[in-house]
Every structure is written in C-alpha cells, then in structure tokens.
C-alpha cells in the first residue's frame, strides 16, 4: 500500500512533467453554500486531466528493461491520453485498449499522442481482457488506471498541492471512480491534518465504492451511461477500496440532470469547461448532498476537461432544462384565428422569448376543434415557468410541461 513517503517521492519524481494546478476561490455559490470554496483546476493538466500525475510517476518507476518492451492499458480516455503523451515524451511505446464508445475527443487524442490504439468491446472490462491479453502475448507491462501504487502516489500529489495552497482547508470534494485520486488525496492529507474531511462523490449509475463501502468488500456493480463516463467504474479497486475505507469520509451520489447543471454553472459562471467526471462535486454542493459551514474552508477538485464539443451542447440545452431557464410546453388553444398570436403575445408580455413553436392536429390527442402549439422557451428560471403556467391556465388553456 503507498505512503505519505510515496507521494513525497511522486511530488519530486514528476516535478516540471505536470503541471502544478491553481486552486482559485470561487465567488459563484452564494445561492447555495456561504462557505469558501475553491476550485481545484485539474482540468489545466496537460492532457486535460488529473491522470498527468499518476501515468508519468508510473512510467518513471519502470526498469530500463520495462521501458523496452513497452506498457498497455484499458482505458475510457484520460488515462489513455495521459499515459500516450507521457510515453510519447519519455520514449516509451504505449498501447491503449479502449471501448467502442469511448469519447471520440479522447480517442482521437490518444493517437495523436503516438500511441497505438485498439477499440474493441462495447464496456471497459471487455477491453481490459483484450489488455491482459495482450500483456501476456506480446510482454507488455500492464499499467492499470487506478489501482497501482504507484499511480495512486502520483494521483496523491494532488492532495500535497491542496495542503499547500488552502492550508486552513476542512473540507475536500472529490470525484471517485476506481479511487485512485481520492485514495492518494486522502493519504496525503490525514497524515498530516486527520481533522480535514475527505468526500467522495460518485455518479449514481456508476456508484461503485458506495456498494462496495456497503458490502464492506469491492463488489462490481451493473452501471449505465453517464455523462461521467470518466468515472464509470463497475468497481473500485483492491488497492484503492481499503484506503477508502480508512480515510474518506462520506460517498455520496448524483443523478444526470444533475451533472449537467453543474457544468453549465461551472461554464457560465467560472468560464471553466469541464467533463462529466469532473463536475460531479460541484452537483454535490449544488443539489445539498454536501452541507458546508459559511465561511468554511472547502475545495472542490475539478478532474479533468476533457469532453466532446458536440456534447456540449446537449448539456447545456439539458443543464439549462434542469435550470428551468428552457421549457417547452404544450398548450391546447381553439383552432381558429388569431389563437397562436394571443399565446406568443401571453407569453412575451411576461418576459419569455420564444425560440420555436409548432403546431399538432392530426397526431395529437385532442379533440377536433383544437390545436397543440408545443412552444419552446427561454425563461428566467423554473419560477418564472410556473408563472407563466398559472397564467395560461387561468386563460383557460390546458398546459402540459414537456420534460
């Protein structure tokens, strides 16, 4: 198991091969936490990720001979990415297995770091076989994504850097997937400051080391998509759980809807893009499921940036449904003139902007003499959307929010 020692040594091994992020106060939560919060910005890694920190220490404790042959992973994207730059850094070849539907940004990266990448499987455990197999056949030493001493000290680097620059820290929100970097965190943190409260936060269709914590062994569990597909895990690891079990406080969860939020507020508000995986901490503050002091000392770790363009849009039209600041509501009117310009005129008049209406007779469920207007809008919030609901309604109309 690693050390306090273990990551000290990281911290020197991999000194100017990663970037020393910033953890910056954040003024954005006053609506739903007094506390003093900061952003742990590993996002600003080099290849987008806190992952920078475990592959390179990892790679720089390989023998000569180990170098040679060369390593292979099973990764979703981050760790691929992060061990292909270093690799292609220090001169090491790399192969990465990784699943059909992985992120293609991570993919795309991955190659252009140099390494060789194979897609295979449509999960991470059918693509680690295809790893393992490949260690065994062609002598290629496997460098797992989390559960390794030695990326697991490299991730604890991050947890040195926080003592550092939020030494009066109390509290520290972390992602958690196979638990590397809330394990690693959590080790270098208690050892000198065992008041400071480590919490991990996982997406709810991929909560691994909560069922496991549960169980009071690793289980693996059946998960489903998720936005943080960085941390879909179907189970914590052997090394990691026990550290978890330890140290860290409190797991706790959070659903889709909202994930998104927290990448828009974090986009809107921090003008800080981040993954699925990384915002899971911030939807733990916003949704209530982590309770802060005011004025407490908190970090919220932000793990990585790396997602799809094409994504981003989803999630903000997603975030911003989740907001209430989009609806689209379907609103029976009488089929006769002026109908739709009296419900457009409704709705401006009480601040909304419409973006699209359509108009349903043939396949709606109404009777002959009406019409369905689905209109989308934006609004100031969900306040503002049962405003204009009740308002409709008291009209008359029969409203029916989509979701």
Do not use: W
Request: hydrophobic letters at 45%.
């Amino acid at each position: 198991m690693p050390t306090f020692t273990d990551i000290q040594a990281a911290a020197e091994r991999i000194r100017g091969g990663v970037v020393e992020t910033p953890c910056t106060e954040a003024r954005i939560d006053q609506d739903f936490t007094g506390a003093r919060l900061h952003l742990k910005l590993e996002n600003l890694q080099r290849t987008g990720s806190f992952k920078d920190r475990g592959a390179l220490n990892r790679l720089l404790t390989l023998s000569e001979e180990e170098r040679t042959r060369g390593v292979v992973t099973a990764s979703a994207g981050n760790h691929a990415q992060a061990l292909a730059y270093h690799g292609g850094r220090l001169g090491i070849p790399v192969t990465v297995v990784m699943p059909q539907g992985a992120p293609l940004t991570k993919v795309t990266n991955t190659r252009r770091y140099g390494a060789r990448v194979i897609q295979t499987g449509t999960i991470l455990d059918e693509a680690a076989v295809e790893a393992r197999r490949l260690e065994r056949e062609e002598g290629l030493v496997f460098v797992s994504a989390f559960d390794d001493e030695a990326v697991i000290a490299g991730q604890g680097t991050i947890g040195l850097e926080i003592g550092r620059q939020v030494p009066d820290v109390r509290t520290v929100l972390v992602p958690v997937g196979g638990g590397g970097m809330i394990a690693g965190i959590a080790l270098a943190l208690k050892e000198e400051r065992p008041e400071v409260r480590i919490i991990g936060v996982e997406a709810e269709a991929a909560a691994s080391a909560k069922a496991s914590l549960k169980a009071g062994r690793p289980v693996q569990i059946r998960h489903s998509h998720t936005l943080a597909d960085g941390i879909a895990v179907k189970r914590v690891g052997d090394l990691t759980f026990p550290i978890i079990q330890r140290l860290v406080d409190d797991i706790v969860t959070v659903g889709e809807e909202e994930i998104a939020a927290a990448i828009l507020l974090l986009l809107e508000r921090r003008k800080t893009v981040v993954e699925g995986a990384g915002a899971v901490g911030m939807a733990a503050l916003m949704t209530g499921r982590v309770r802060l002091a005011d004025d407490e000392p908190a970090v919220v770790v932000l793990s990585g940036g790396n997602i799809d363009i094409t994504m981003i849009s989803r999630i903000i039209d997603r975030g911003l449904v989740f907001d209430g600041r989009a609806a689209r509501l379907r609103v029976r009117v009488p089929d006769r003139p002026g109908s739709l310009a009296e419900l457009t005129r409704i709705v401006a008049e009480m601040g909304a902007n419409v973006l699209e209406v359509v108009h349903r007779r043939a396949f709606a469920d109404i009777r002959v003499g009406d019409v369905e207007i689905v209109i989308h809008m934006e609004t100031r919030g969900r306040d503002h959307v049962e405003e204009i609901i009740r308002r409709l309604e008291e009209l008359g109309h029969e409203v029916r929010e989509e979701g």
